[in-house]
């Protein structure tokens, strides 16, 4: 699904001339409104007098009550008591009175992105057609934050795209397209106050999580499932299950014996008979450490280097079998672990939301990982602001990792660039950070969990989002139920006591499940870990990584020392977090190869020593 979304005046009407799509939708002026290709199920227009609405994805729509509704707005503003109903993933726009309202959802699977073009601003739910309306060059800074590992550049720089001139909607807002071709912004989504206790949260994450699998369900059509063995995606497959699915899953046997998702996999599948289960082998040759983007992925990424493409491989081989099982749709649990699981401030927002039981909570974190008592006192009694935080994290991104025996209970998980980065390139990323933090918009809420949570959350969504513009064409879309707006609402307004109960894996899920999924699988109390995978995927790779090096173009750019780099390939050091960098290293060296049309790269520079710099 690719569309542009234009302004209700001459000037935007004037653009559409310049767009190819398959479809296309009127303002009440009969100028275009929305020009693209999606497919015709995944679309609803709903027309009140010169109103228009347009929901394009995948929801459950009352039409008859969204056209009354749609009659009654007064303003733009008062769509929010429609959006804020509807279940699923989707895009919505509102044509009123020559304006225009256009929205994503709230952690980016769907996004909006807006460029000037012929002086209106125009928004789109891809970066490619504003890509092809600006011809926008390589914003070389942006391209080196997504160096930072692990997981690139924090929020609020993680949405912004490696091109200069295109931007996306900053997360819970909506664009305004006004009559003259100016946009404005306003917020609109924010989470609900964390007041439900484990029963009545459970409850909603039920409801929540039983809308959104309904209402993929509802399309008909087999679905594809991950069945990892871990709590997350074998909730979705019972979920699917009872929905009516025609549901095929698909499992990867994990390569370290003490992993035991196959065992757990194993469990759930023969408590889902009706449901056909691939176990997929150990030694598959589509690894979770792959080369990136390659020759088969030109021009895939318009965007920018996703993270997670070293899993490019997995995602199109099990794309491939689940398309020739005719599933269209594909779930993933993407989005378990930061609603359910702990995020790394939990123990600061417990000691202030239950002094006392969050204290004893915070000790027993505190002893599993061996934190020292000092560090962890000295973490807790922190009372930077996000701001603040942020500024010290860009202080920091050239400095060693962090002890990983150390707590770290701030705002921002603390990124560094590889060791391989030039000093321009960490001073360029360091004013990015520091402008971020001074001028940038603040935390995406007022608790340090929750922001963490929901900062996690908009990477996976990004993440979903990144996977699917890869897979355009191959007939199957990469989804995830817990990402959906309104399953985030209800995981994240239950109180953090009563999410992370002592004692408990996933208490708020286990409990949503319970009556579904049977006991013993609930029972669970650990998740695989899978730094074989990794190891494994750079000794197989290591080649055709080590070639990269040659004529890279990251050191073209002068954002990398090659000889360094390929060191680091060569001897990436013993534990996990040492490939974290190569990861993202190879993922925008291997970007910038299959995107040419980024930027005219300069001649290779040399130094003295005739190496690239």
Known sequence: MEFVVLPDCPAGAAVAGRLRGARRIDHASGRPWIVGDWPVAEAVVIEAGPRRMAVLGRTRLDERAATAALGRLRSLHDVDAIASRLPGVFHLAVSLDGSTRVQGSAVGVRQIFTALVDGVTVAASEVAPLLGLTGADLDETVLAARLLAPGGPPWPLAQRPARRGIEALTTGHWLELTPDGRARRTRWWELPEPTLSLAEGAAAVRSALDDAITTRVAAGGTLSADLSGGLDSTSLCFLAHAAGA???????????????????????????????????????????????????????????????????????????????????????????????????????????????????????????????????????????????????????????????DEPDFGWVFAPRMPAWATPDAVAAVRALLTDAATGGPGPLDADRARHQALASLVFEGTTVRQVNTALAGTGITWDAPFLDDRVVEAALATRIDQRLLGGRFKPLLTSAAQGLVPADILGRRDKGEFSAEAFRGLARNRARILELCEDSQLARLGLIDPAAFRSAVLNPGPMSHHLQPIDTTVACESWLRTHPETHPLPPARTTHTGELR
């Not at 003490?258 to 082998?281: E, F």
């Not at 079998?321 to 790394?344: I, N, S, V």
């Not at 061996?370 to 962890?376: E, G, K, L, S």
């Open 246 to 404: 025609d549901l095929v899953t698909y499992h990867v046997m994990p390569i370290d014996s003490a992993n035991a998702d196959t065992m757990w996999a194993r469990r759930a599948a023969q408590c889902l008979p009706g449901a056909r289960h691939h176990t997929l082998s150990a030694d598959r040759a589509e690894n979770l450490f792959d080369i990136g983007y390659t020759a088969d992925l030109v021009g895939a990424a318009p965007e920018g280097p996703s993270t997670w493409a070293s899993g490019l491989a997995h995602i199109q081989d099990l794309a491939k079998r689940a398309t020739a099982e005719g599933a269209t749709l594909h779930l993933t649990g993407f989005g378990g672990d930061e609603l359910f699981g702990r995020m790394p401030a939990c123990a600061w927002s417990l000691a202030r939301a239950t002094p006392v039981d969050g204290l004893r909570l915070v000790n027993r974190y505190r002893l599993a990982n061996r934190w020292p008592w000092r560090a962890t006192v000295r973490s807790l009694l922190d009372r930077s602001t996000f701001a603040q935080n942020l500024g010290r994290v860009a202080a920091r991104i050239d400095a060693p990792p962090p002890p990983i």
